[in-house]
């Protein structure tokens, strides 16, 4: 059977939900106002592609393939990106919601996350090195055995991580942070 390839097509409005996808490959297409909700998505590779007010709310990406995707204004809720492959894994998300996720043991090196809601996010054993958290609500998020050398928290807020716990050299964070990084000691910190 052959493998379908979409190549520079823009997908708009398609209710995905509860079904799987037909393409195999997807590469340089656009998807504006999808609804991939509980749909799977195993075993798909999107490269280079875009995805626009999308929602992946618990949808099924075992083994599937984002090199170079771009999320905007997304609801990607209770993802597991552990699952999805590893293999050139790079994504940027901007002003989506990714609350419950799981990013746990992936490399995340360079990632930017921008306008952001991570609550309830895993992070353990993440590599971070150089990622960029801009303006993300941290709330509950967890950072555990991850690296985050030289990642840059500065405009970011509600996060609670232990140095101690994590690698953070040459990590950026704000004044209004520190509680966060102090929060194991129970200090009161005043401004």
Do not use: W
């Not at 708009?12 to 998807?31: A, H, L, P, V, W």
């Not at 799981?102 to 090196?109: A, R, S």
């Not at 985050?148 to 500065?154: G, H, P, S, T, V």
Request: hydrophobic share 35%; aromatic share 14%.
């Amino acid at each position: 059977m052959a493998v379908e390839t979409f190549q520079k097509e823009h997908f708009d409005q398609i209710n995905y939900s509860d079904s799987r996808m037909t393409g195999e490959s997807y590469d340089d297409c656009k998807f504006t106002g999808c609804n991939f909700s509980n749909s799977d998505l195993r075993r798909i590779e999107f490269m280079d592609c875009l995805f626009v007010n999308c929602n992946f709310s618990l949808t099924n990406i075992s083994d599937t393939a984002f090199k170079s995707v771009d999320f905007h204004q997304c609801k990607i809720m209770g993802i597991d990106f552990s699952k999805c492959d590893d293999f050139l894994f790079a994504a940027s998300f901007v002003g989506c919601n990714l609350d419950y996720s799981i990013f746990h043991g992936k490399n995340l090196k360079k990632i930017k996350f921008d306008h952001c809601s991570l609550k309830d996010v895993d992070f353990s054993n993440a590599d971070l090195t150089l990622a960029i958290f801009d303006s993300c609500d941290l709330m509950a998020a967890t950072f555990f055995q991850t690296n985050l050398e030289k990642a840059d928290f500065r405009t970011s807020y509600n996060y609670r991580l232990d140095p101690e716990n994590n690698k953070v050299k040459k990590a950026k964070f704000s004044v209004s942070g520190l509680p966060g990084l102090l929060s194991k000691y129970n200090l009161e910190v005043e401004y």
